[in-house]
């Protein structure tokens, strides 16, 4: 095989000689407005989260006694966390959201939690990621449909939705056209075996739907990669190796955060979809959690970083960036027998961004007595995410209030959309 | 039943991909070439090259005491931070060489049984009663726990199957018991003496309930997770570090200072019993529960049937576990009776495992003589024994389908066939994999093909390779 008879997919698209390709093309006549397009990150945090430990209120004068050895102390205090609002601090894993606080583009929501209230992560997170109130109440993903239902402006032809993975996430399920998206380390194929098993896929609805999303990816991919962000990758790259830090195995976060760049690099783009979703799993601690030190921060760390990786890849796009953190549930509010913490209710959220109204933490705090702990156990659910999820969907990415109350969540009456979660 | 392509969805829903021959062999009797091979022993791995979880172990627990001692005697010198380097990184290569031999074996057992629905079977229960090797202590041990806790048991009673793999030291370690202690057990109370905090951790209870038996919707409650958790305390296993150092390293111990004492009640009953017995007891009543025998059957009917599994199916499976009282190949003999397995053909969408093992079983390759053979599954995103959680692999088609994963596969298969594709006789070999199910569209793709390689990768990507 030779250089010139490998694959150019662009040119595949623009012959419009893949399936579906046609219809994808008519992406590039959407006019970007002035402000630049509203981006949207949905980072996953698989596992139940430790809200806890993610947001430590140091200064409730229950969290020492109920973390015992993994509470996290105050501010200035050796291995303390970093300093927020004088009562929450940040775990010190997470130093990139905490510069992120002082410049105003950090909204901290320390006790939300979905509608379900069991404990299982699997229902837990089909509920998260359905936008019902119960699990397996729908089939397509809360993100999807608030896709379907943008205003005409911000609907394309093509895909307005990516997920970083080789498969798409319930959340992003749905009618809207989506496309996933992980680097290849494989050879391309030869243009004319393409074309021909594109040719077989003509008759095979879901075959044909798929392979003309992942040839329309790679296209913002190559487009991405060969624009203005190597400038900025090597940079990074530079200080990521002075960071050092605790993880034993460099490469898989490495590799993690070069695929956060190189979608970076295509959420920037005018043309680029309008949402991705991010997955990241991990959080279940059961057992040698750990505290300011351990398990728990240095996963952190490494989250914190792909962070800080995508605003600086996503240059002037991330002034019209929120992405929201959030996960299935919180832990016990008490540590359990093994140095770690079991499956609760409700934990906390963040949102991040050049367009979140940031520098604050938003919450109805519940305390942490025995008498408000939610069933003697775990911390109290103050806010509905859904009203979060609202509050963004509506104010950033225009959706209606009556989609965002029937299609997008349905059964969502109780929690209404939050305002000002935005900057003016 | 569709007659045509029965004997094509035995070996490939059932089974793990058609060998060259083998539909001719299956012939006219699908249903009686599965149920065969229920017959006979059980599906063991053996070989010199494959350990014992105890073995493992043991050598795991060595090299970090070694460790250890040598932190302990000179915390600063440079030797010895060179040697506990070294140290770490033997223990590290010791459990990736088991996790290796163990992979290799499995994907050979796998590309070459003769037995290939009841391999499929073995599959089907390590991801029910899945362990994740992402988490560290379970890397050199979760080979091991397959062929120690699940091919013994795969063609007994479900309640011996589900009491083994709950006893399995990498189980126990998967889901965190073996530190677990009863509020007022003899050792958290020496502990509170101290002023150390030794407890409770639910996390292989809820998972028991909700995964392994009942399923999520049977209605127990957050104070049975709690009384279970109870109940198992002292659910552990030798040799651990300080005060856990008692027993054999690497095997099953019931540690009688950890274990809440007092009766509990789990799911409508009482348990009196003291010990070890009382886990046991209550295993055997969740083995048998109504809602066990629904909750596997949705899984096995969704496994080989349809991602929305038809409710007559998943009934008449439960009932069948039901009447025989777990008896495993009896529910085999059920889901093979369903006609529905029978009526639509590539209907699954197959996993990465289901993609490469029958691209190893239609071209007849070795695994030994395959450069990097795992490599292929973390390429196509299901490294072996690594879900990434203890709910398993999903197993619906819309979990493995996304456009990425597409391009992955038709990228490997590519790979394979610029490589191999050669040496074979691509239009006579077609009609072998896929039988009736072939279609024309794909015989005439791989009938114009420019070259043997491209006729492969048209083969290895059209639609009714790309399912079951």
New interface residues.
């Given amino acids: ?1 030779t250089a010139d008879t490998r694959i150019n997919r662009r040119s595949l698209l623009q012959l419009g000689l893949a399936a579906g390709a046609a219809a994808l093309t008519t992406r590039y006549s959407f006019a970007a407005p002035a402000a630049g397009p509203a981006r949207f990150v949905f980072v996953i945090m ?2 139940a989260l430790d809200g806890l430990s993610v947001v430590p209120p140091y200064a409730d004068p229950d969290y020492a006694r109920l973390r ?1 050895e993994l509470a996290i102390a105050a501010p200035g205090a050796t291995d303390g966390a970093l300093p927020l609002n004088g009562f929450f601090g940040l775990n010190p894993g997470l130093s990139f959201l905490q510069q992120a606080y002082t410049q105003r583009e950090l909204l901290v929501l320390p006790s939300v939690a979905t509608p379900y209230r ?6 837990g997170q089909d509920v998260l990621e359905n936008g019902g109130t119960a ?1 397996h109440a729908s089939q397509s993903g809360w993100l999807n449909r608030a896709l379907a239902a943008l205003p005409p402006p911000l609907k394309r032809g093509g895909q307005s939705g990516v ?1 970083l ?4 996430p319930l959340v992003l ?1 749905g009618r809207a056209e989506v ?4 680097p ?6 030869d243009e ?3 074309q ?2 594109a ?3 003509a ?2 609805e ?2 044909s739907k ?2 003309a ?2 040839l329309s ?2 296209q913002w991919v190559a487009e991405a990669q060969a624009g203005s962000v190597p400038a900025a990758m090597s940079s990074t790259d530079a200080s990521m190796q002075d960071s050092g830090g605790a993880q034993s195995n460099r490469s898989t976060p490495q590799r993690y955060l070069q695929t956060v760049r190189t979608a970076a690099g295509f959420l920037a783009r005018d043309d680029g979809p309008a949402v991705a979703v991010f997955d990241t ?2 959080w ?1 601690t ?2 040698n959690e750990g505290g300011a030190r351990g398990q728990l921060r240095n996963r952190l760390a490494v989250l914190d970083q792909s962070l800080a990786v995508l605003k600086e890849s996503m240059g002037s796009a991330w002034a019209h960036t929120v992405v929201l953190l959030a996960t299935e549930f919180g832990r016990t509010a008490a ?4 140095r ?1 913490t ?2 609760g209710t409700a934990s906390s959220a963040l949102l991040l961004g050049g367009a979140v109204a940031g520098g604050r933490v938003l919450t109805d705090w519940p305390g942490l007595s025995a008498r408000t702990l939610y ?1 003697q ?1 775990d911390l109290k659910p103050t806010l509905d995410l859904r009203s979060v999820m609202k509050g963004v969907l509506h104010d950033h990415l225009q959706v209606s209030q009556r989609a965002l109350n029937e299609e997008v969540f349905p059964d969502s009456g109780a929690a209404s959309a939050l305002s000002g979660l935005l900057r003016a | 039943m569709s007659i045509d392509c029965a004997a094509p969805i035995a070996a490939n829903r059932f089974g793990l991909g058609a060998v060259p021959g083998q539909l001719a062999q299956i012939g006219a009797d699908p249903r009686g070439w599965l149920s065969s091979q229920l017959r006979g022993p059980p599906p063991l791995l053996g070989g010199a090259q494959l350990r014992p979880t105890a073995d493992v172990l043991r050598d795991a627990a060595a090299a970090r005491k070694q460790l250890q001692a040598l932190r302990r005697n000179s915390p600063d010198s440079t030797t010895s931070a060179a040697g506990a380097v070294g140290s770490l990184m033997r223990v590290g290569a010791l459990l990736r060489q088991s996790y290796v031999a163990d992979v290799t074996a499995r994907l050979q057992s796998g590309a070459s049984s003769e037995r290939p629905f009841l391999e499929r079977l073995v599959y089907f229960w390590s991801n029910h009663f899945a362990v994740s090797v992402d988490k560290l202590a379970v890397l050199g041990v979760a080979g091991s726990f397959e062929r120690e806790a699940i091919r013994p048991h795969v063609l007994g009673h479900f309640s011996e199957l589900l009491l083994a793999v709950e006893q399995h030291p990498a189980m126990l370690l998967y889901l965190d018991n073996q530190r677990s202690a009863g509020p007022n057990s003899p050792a958290a109370q020496r502990a509170a003496n101290h002023d150390r905090t030794l407890g409770l951790n639910e996390n292989l209870a809820r998972e028991i309930m909700e995964l392994h038996t009942l399923g999520v919707d049977a209605g127990y409650t957050q104070a049975d997770v709690s009384s279970f958790a109870k109940v198992l305390t002292g659910w552990s296993l030798g040799g651990g570090e300080g005060p856990l150092s008692r027993g054999n390293a690497g095997e099953f111990l019931f540690r009688a200072p950890l274990h809440e004492p007092g009766a509990q009640s789990v799911f409508h009953q009482r348990y009196e019993q003291s010990d070890e017995a009382q886990g046991r007891a209550v295993l055997i009543d969740l083995a048998q529960a109504r809602s066990t025998a629904r909750h596997l059957a949705t899984k096995l009917a969704r496994h080989f049937i349809a991602d929305e599994p038809p409710p007559a199916a998943v009934e008449h499976i439960a009932q069948a576990f039901e009447h025989s009282g777990g008896h495993l190949p009896t529910v085999y003999q059920a889901l093979i009776q369903c006609d529905e397995a029978w009526s639509a053909p590539f209907s699954k969408f197959k996993t990465p495992q289901d993609y490469v093992l029958s691209t190893y079983r239609g071209l007849q390759l070795a695994v030994a003589d395959t450069p990097h053979p795992l490599a292929a599954f973390e390429v196509l995103g299901q490294r072996q024994f690594a879900p990434g959680s203890p709910a398993g692999w999903p197993d619906r088609g819309d979990d493995w389908n996304g456009a990425s994963a597409l391009m992955k596969r038709i990228e490997l298969a590519d790979a394979v066939a610029q490589k191999i594709g050669g040496t074979r006789e691509i239009a006579a070999l077609a009609p072998q994999l896929l039988g009736n199910g072939l279609s024309d569209a794909t015989r005439q793709s791989i009938a114009r093909a420019a070259s043997p390689p491209q006729a492969l990768t048209l083969l290895l990507t059209a639609p009714e390779f790309m399912r079951r």
């Fill in positions: 095989m698989r596992g015992g069991e404990r299982s992560h699997f229902d699990p997920a993975g080789q498969n798409v399920r496309a996933s998206w992980s290849s380390v494989l050879p391309d194929l004319d075996t393409l021909r098993i040719d077989r896929y008759s095979d879901l075959l798929r392979l999303e992942a990816t790679d799993t991990g279940d059961h057992f540590i359990n027998g093994t770690g079991d499956h069933q156990r």
